[in-house]
């Protein structure tokens, strides 16, 4: 079991920059797979990024590759989502995911065990 809480959403210009954290807690952290999704009203979420458990493989969506960079810091129990030139259709809520064991990454929701409760990210001028 682990717990997850996103912060360091809020208001951006476009070609802004913001970097959303999760900290979990609970068992083991290192040994998860972590995961970034979004969701705006009405839309289904939508995988952004993910990250294994030793930060050895990662995956973007290609709507954000060259822009968003997802790392984490195992001796923190924290993943990161650093995201730079962001557009106006970046504006979601950001959900951090975690799925066991961390060997595979997925960039499907049902892939996920584990939900934070989201952080919102507005970009407007």
């Known amino acids: 079991q682990v717990q997850l809480v996103e912060s360091g959403g809020g208001l951006v210009q476009p070609g802004g920059s913001l970097r959303l954290s999760c900290a979990a807690s609970?068992?083991?952290?290192?040994?998860?797979?972590m995961g970034w999704f979004r969701q705006t009203p009405g839309q289904e979420r939508e995988f952004v990024a993910a990250?294994?458990?030793?930060?050895?493989?990662?995956k973007y969506a290609d709507s954000v590759k060259g822009r968003f960079t997802i790392s984490r810091d195992n001796a923190k129990n924290t993943v990161y989502l650093q995201m730079n030139s962001l557009k106006p259709e970046d504006a979601a809520v950001y959900y951090c995911?975690?799925?066991?064991?961390?060997?595979?990454?997925?960039?499907?929701?049902?892939?996920?065990?584990?939900w934070g409760q989201g952080t919102q990210v507005t970009v407007s001028s």
């Open positions: 995911a975690a799925d066991w064991p961390g060997t595979a990454i997925y960039d499907t929701d049902s892939g996920y065990d584990f």
């Open positions: 609970g068992r083991a952290f290192s040994s998860y797979t």
């Open positions: 990250i294994n458990w030793d930060g050895g493989m990662t």
